[in-house]
């Protein structure tokens, strides 16, 4: 089975008190997080001996897409492998990152990542330490990504990303960020031109759904959904 859930933030409690059921969930199964991963960021040893208890007590795989509260250097430290058709960085056993403009076969689902946005919070962040400027995608990302989602006739089952399509930002009541523009009109464009069943992002701190023509998007924060 498939979960998928919301930014993280690197908040322990969320794996250790069975917040999101994950009790009951054995080696078939799969935790998507959509991006604010969190638990490599500071890359000291008390991270660390975390994700090695994620790595020895939780049975089920968990990976992610990046979000921009992440420390990219450090993440891209880590071995990058191919699993499922798709590229990742493999942080442990049990635990990747889901690279971006990626397409992966889960449980007999196609799903595809995208991972970056912009840190709306720069201000109050220094560069290197506490935001990194690959947050953004870069011009090969976003070309490799289009000759990817080509190469599977622009079709998919779940799409994960951090941020979303302009068309649902503002739906939520929120204007795309200056800087994210580009990112935001990607995604617009992922949304006309390919075809999915569910959307799911995170990013935005809050649990909703919003329908259009096009399909589903789920905005994720807390909340766990299975994927049948
Ligand atoms: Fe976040």
């Not at 059921?21 to 490599?40: P, Q």
């Not at 998919?156 to 204007?175: C, F, K, S």
Request: contains cysteine; glycine residues 8%.
């Amino acid at each position: 089975m498939i979960y998928i859930t919301g930014d993280t933030h690197g908040d322990r409690a969320r794996f250790v008190e069975n917040n999101m059921g994950d009790n009951e969930w054995t080696s078939d199964d799969y935790l998507i997080v959509c991006g604010d991963f969190t638990y490599v960021f500071r890359n000291n040893d008390s991270e660390k001996e975390f994700l090695d208890y994620l790595e020895k007590e939780k049975p089920y795989t968990i990976c992610f897409c990046d979000g921009n509260h992440e420390n990219f250097p450090a993440i891209f430290s880590y071995p990058e492998e191919e699993w499922n058709g798709g590229r990742i960085h493999r942080i442990r056993k049990n635990i990747f990152h889901l690279m971006r403009g990626q397409i992966f076969e889960i449980e007999g689902k196609k799903v595809f990542t995208f991972g970056g946005a912009y840190s709306m919070d720069r201000y109050k962040r220094k560069l290197g330490i506490s935001y990194w400027n690959e947050e953004l995608p870069s011009d090969t990302e976003y070309k490799e990504t289009v000759k990817n989602l080509k190469e599977h006739d622009n079709k998919v089952d779940i799409i994960i990303t951090h941020t979303a399509p302009r068309e649902i930002i503002r739906r939520m009541g929120y204007y795309p960020d200056v800087h994210d523009m580009e990112l935001t009109g990607f995604l617009e464009w992922i949304m006309y031109e390919v075809n999915f069943q569910n959307w799911y992002f995170g990013h935005w701190h809050t649990d909703d759904v919003f329908n259009n023509k096009r399909g589903m998007f789920t905005a994720v924060l807390f909340n766990v959904h299975k994927v049948e």
